[in-house]
Structure formats: C-alpha cells, structure tokens
C-alpha cells in the first residue's frame, strides 16, 4: 500500500500565474481533505473532496477551487497567486464518515511563490 | 470559531531529558483532541483522547486530557534525537455530516541535543 502520494514535491511559481497540484487517496479510502501549512503554523483546512463534490470548505477565497475524480484522486488549483500562498500543501485521505484518526497525510508539495 | 494554543513554541532539550508539551482548546462541540508528530512533511497520528483523566500511552510517549479545563499534554520521557521534530494538537470540527475537519496548533518545535 502507497499511501497517501502527492506530486510534484516541490513547485516554485511566479506572483500571478495558476498552479495545479495533485493527490492520489490511500488504498480503501474515498475522500480528501486539503490543508495549507505556512511556515511555523500549523495545517489549516481548505476544503474537503467526496463523491466529486466539494463537501466543506474553509476560510480560503475563491481562488482556492478543487476537483476529485471518479478514482477518487484530487487536484488543488490555485488561481492568480500571491506571495502569501507560499506553504506546505498537505493532502489527507480517510474513508467517508470517518473517525479524525483515520485522516492519513501525504507528504505534501512545498509551493513557493516568487 | 475553534481555536487551539501550544506552548512553548519551541523547545530544545538534551538526549534523555523528560518533556512535556501543551495544547489547551477553545472548542463549540468538543468531542476528542488528537496528538500527531510531523517530522518533515507528512503528520503522523499519534493519540486521540476523549476521556479526561484517561492516559494514553505508546512506548516513551504518553497524553492526558483534562476536559474541564480544556487543556491536554504530551510528555516524553527519555527523549531521543529521533524525537527531534514538530508535535501538533487538532481538534476535529464535527459537521453536519460527512468527516470532520481538523484545527490544528501552531505545533511545538522539539529539538533533542545528543
């Protein structure tokens, strides 16, 4: 079992431009939370992804959009980047309805926004 | 809206020392506090706690969660440069259906001296 992947590891994109950064849910598992780390905080909340629709979402703007596939991978799109975009972008995955403890986390993508 | 508070901050001790590390939580619907150690991308689960006065224990690591004064700690004892890395506390945020987000920490900084 690969766990929770994410790709690419690392991206370094320019003020303005769109990025796209992707998810493939442990084995068994059918949703996907997203989380932004900014350096020295802790995770926070985007959105969450199941059935292809997005279910919850956090206090993040709209440039912040989503999409999960009928395999249940998931893709994060950030729009018109700032410089305050720059974080660790952590994928977790858990079966539906879920006990907290059952979120599995991938290895992130560090984003850095020059 | 949820909120959670580590200290310290940061913490630098030598091989074999005992730590200890907070995590206290303002939360509307509290139903378990969870433990992850995050040592360079990915958090790891390391306990859920629900019950206060009840600890959990896993090898040199052990939790406690005191509900009426909404606070939890993890100690280690005997410390190890492997446990050299980023502790978070999250409480999940129960929806109206579906899986619960996560608010985390800021996380405490560990670093163990040899």
């Known amino acids: 079992d690969a766990g929770v992947t994410q790709s690419p590891t690392h991206l370094i994109k320019t003020r303005g431009q769109q990025v796209t950064l992707r998810c493939s849910p442990k084995?068994?598992?059918?949703?996907v939370s997203w989380y932004q780390q900014a350096l020295g905080q802790g995770p926070q909340f985007i959105f969450q992804y199941y059935e292809e629709e997005e279910r919850q979402r956090g206090n993040f703007p709209d440039r912040f959009s989503g999409h999960q596939f009928p395999n249940y991978s998931s893709e994060l799109n950030v729009n018109a980047l700032l410089l305050g975009d720059s974080a660790l972008y952590l994928c977790a995955s858990s079966p539906w309805a879920a006990g907290p403890y059952e979120q599995y986390f991938g290895p992130g993508t560090r984003l850095t926004v020059t | 809206e949820d909120k959670v508070v580590q200290s310290p901050l940061s913490l630098v001790v030598h091989e074999g020392d005992t730590v200890t590390l907070n995590c206290s939580y303002e939360v509307t619907n509290f139903r378990s506090l969870l433990w992850y150690k995050q040592e360079k991308k990915a958090p790891t689960f390391l306990f859920m706690l629900?019950?206060?006065?009840i600890e959990k224990k896993s090898g040199r690591l052990s939790s406690i969660l005191d509900k009426k004064e909404l606070f939890s700690i993890l100690n280690i004892t005997a410390t190890q440069t492997g446990d050299s890395a980023v502790y978070l506390c999250?409480?999940?945020?129960?929806?109206?259906?579906?899986?619960?987000?996560?608010?985390f920490g800021t996380g405490t900084r560990l670093t163990i001296i040899p």
């Open positions: 629900t019950s206060s006065g």
């Open positions: 084995s068994g598992h059918d949703t």
């Open positions: 999250a409480v999940p945020d129960p929806p109206n259906f579906g899986n619960e987000k996560l608010t």
